[in-house]
């Protein structure tokens, strides 16, 4: 069974960092892309960022380029976002999630992952 973990969530103030990380297991880690996404109150959940299998391609939503990276450790079984100059507006639940397909272009929406992590709250104060 295909199990996601997040951790690293917290409240910090606008400017700080925060790593958030994603331990997997039940899937040969290294052949599926991951991704990460979020959902703030009463919106809709958002695509954040993913990887690919390979860990040489990445992709990233406007909101997030320049400011957050995310990378992949395979001896770890694990993914991390790492998250600079934080906003308020990046106040939301974030979730890992692994693709549906192995070997595949690096996967943006919501129905290109089939596993999902229970989230980690991250809160920006202004």
């Known amino acids: 069974q295909v199990q996601l973990v997040e951790s690293g969530g917290g409240l910090v103030q606008a400017g700080d960092s925060l790593r958030l990380s994603c331990a997997a297991s039940?899937?040969?880690?290294?052949?599926?892309?991951l991704g990460w996404f979020r959902q703030a109150p009463g919106k809709e959940r958002e695509f954040v960022s993913a990887?690919?299998?390979?860990?040489?391609?990445?992709d990233y939503a406007d909101s997030a380029k320049g400011r957050f990276t995310i990378s992949k450790d395979n001896a770890k079984n694990t993914v991390y976002l790492q998250m600079n100059s934080l906003k308020p507006e990046d106040t939301a639940v974030y979730y890992c999630?692994?693709?549906?397909?192995?070997?595949?272009?690096?996967?943006?929406?919501?129905?290109?992952?089939?596993?999902w992590g229970q989230g980690t709250q991250v809160t920006v104060s202004s």
């Open positions: 999630a692994q693709s549906r397909r192995a070997y595949s272009i690096t996967p943006t929406t919501e129905g290109d992952f089939d596993r």
């Open positions: 039940g899937r040969t880690f290294s052949a599926y892309a």
């Open positions: 990887i690919n299998w390979s860990g040489r391609s990445t």
